[in-house]
Nanobody
């Protein structure tokens, strides 16, 4: 059974940092795209950052470029999202997902396995 489990969310003040983790079981990361998506209250889900576990190509949304860093540790079958200089507008439920279908790097429709999400709240 494919399973993704996120952890590391929480409450932090603006300017602070959090590191999200995504532990995978039931399959191996190698060769797949791994992505972090988020959904804020009343808004649609958006792609935050994605990485190709095969060649390390990354994508960052403009809103997080320079503040967030995505890493895939294939040996541990775990992906991370380091979030620095957090802002209140980063408040959302963050989801880890894997694209085993081989689509575009951060196109949500291709991601076929999802975690349950972890809440990130940034206070001003």
């Amino acid at each position: 059974e494919v399973k993704l489990v996120e952890s590391g969310g929480g409450l932090v003040q603006a300017g602070g940092s959090l590191r999200l983790s995504c532990a995978a079981s039931g399959f191996t990361f190698g060769g797949y795209h791994i992505g972090w998506f988020r959904q804020a209250p009343g808004k649609g889900r958006e792609g935050v950052s994605c990485i190709s576990s095969s060649d390390g190509t990354t994508y960052y949304a403009d809103s997080v470029e320079g503040r967030f860093t995505i890493v895939s540790d294939n040996a541990k079958n775990t992906a991370y999202l380091q979030m620095d200089d957090l802002k209140p507008e980063d408040t959302a439920v963050y989801y880890c997902a894997v694209d085993t279908l081989g689509g575009s790097l951060c196109s949500e429709t291709w991601y076929d396995h999802w975690g349950q999400g972890t809440q990130v709240t940034v206070s001003s």
